[in-house]
């Protein structure tokens, strides 16, 4: 201890003896000791009680600018309840920054960021560009629903889906419908929402020009390759045996160039589509045409299984649908060498869902491809692919069928042991089995 802070310690030691030496010769003069000392002691104690409470009183009203100075019991307290409160304001300070970072961030950013509370769904707070994308207006949209403030999008059943909604894609802005735009719903905390939207017009429409180029050049090859299919049909490779492997081959590659521009055109039809026809699928009789025609294709060569597992229908297009399915069969019989086998199963899955998955124990696929194994002309192998027959295009087509179904392609696979290509379909695609087709299932 210092010596001014053991001075101190003397003097207010000095000042409780002499108080009590006070009150005991007044409790002598008066006969009456003990009372007297008692009173002195309380004192003593009142006093510094109130002198800590005036040092507490002024920092509390921050009227402690400036680190005290001097020693003593006193000033050391002082010291500590100083760099006390010293540290809580730049605490503070540090966290009004980060704030303030924070928010100018968010509004600096292209898409539009609002906080939704996942228990009411009301708009909490939107950075600047949720103004000219949402049309979300301060202080009028603050606390408001969103659906409401967010009219006419169809965000009452997406909502509904919460931490499972899928991005709406290509939606209308409520403020101008020309402008189009991508929302991503985002559950970042227990209590709260993230919506962001993204305006995505000019990707749509370089998009929609594409696909335009796409069907209008596929179109206008379909005539000039029909011709050609057809002249080569009429040519006899027995009048000229020497040029028997060279027609097979352009009758061969023909038939490839016709395929591709159907599935082009096909594709090109379905992304031009919002919906597609609503109709009572009987998979019964769907499984047992993709067993035959997986038995025309595989010639022998497979050993082919169809199970209902299910015992339901499905709601869509009958078209669509048995041409999503049937190109996950061909590739399945394409990409597995003779001897293998092929399952073709309609299974229940979880919460309701049921699933229609084509099984293989082919080549399989490296983990690496398996992310953009349904993009338009991707190829784990494009030699393989070619002898086999394939477009590139099967796999491209069954996602935008599934896509327009409210359905999902996962697939598993493993290099070596085959794949798995399942076609996920949500509760409310099920259907009660129609009783006119009970046994259309059997082989």
Known sequence: MSPNARSAWFRTLGQLLLVLALGLAAGLLLGQPWPALTAAALGVVAWHYWRLRGVLLRLTARQRLAPPSG???????????????????TR??????????????????PDAIVVVDRDTQRVLWFNEAATPLLG????????????????????AQWLAAGRNAEPLTDVASPVDPGMRLNLRLIPYSEELWLLVARDVTRTMRLEHMRRDFVANVSHELRTPLTVIHGYLEMLDPDDKPDWAPMLAEMQRQSQRMNQLVEDLLTLSRLEAQDHLPEEHVAMGPMLATLRREAEALSQGRHRISAVDEVGLDLLGSNK???????????????????????????????????SLSVRDTGYGIPAAHLPRITERFYRVSNSRSRESGGTGLGLAIVKHVLGLHHARLEIASEVGKGSVFACRFGPERLLPRDSRHADASAA
Not at 79 to 84: A, D, G, I, V
Not at 98 to 108: D, F, G, T
Not at 139 to 152: F, K, N, T, W
């Open 71 to 89: 020693e003593g019991v006193w000033n050391e307290l002082d010291r500590l309840l100083y760099r006390s409160q010293a540290e809580m304001r």
């Open 92 to 109: 503070k300070r540090r966290l009004l920054a980060m704030l303030r970072a924070y928010r100018a961030a968010a509004a600096a950013l």
């Open 136 to 155: 979300l207006h301060y202080p009028r949209h603050q606390g408001a629903a969103l659906v409401a403030a967010l009219r006419p999008l169809p965000l």
């Open 320 to 354: 669509e649908l048995h041409s999503a399915f049937s190109n996950l069969v061909s590739n399945a019989i394409r990409y597995t060498p003779a001897g293998g086998e092929i399952v073709i199963r309609f299974a229940r899955e979880p919460e309701g869902c049921a």
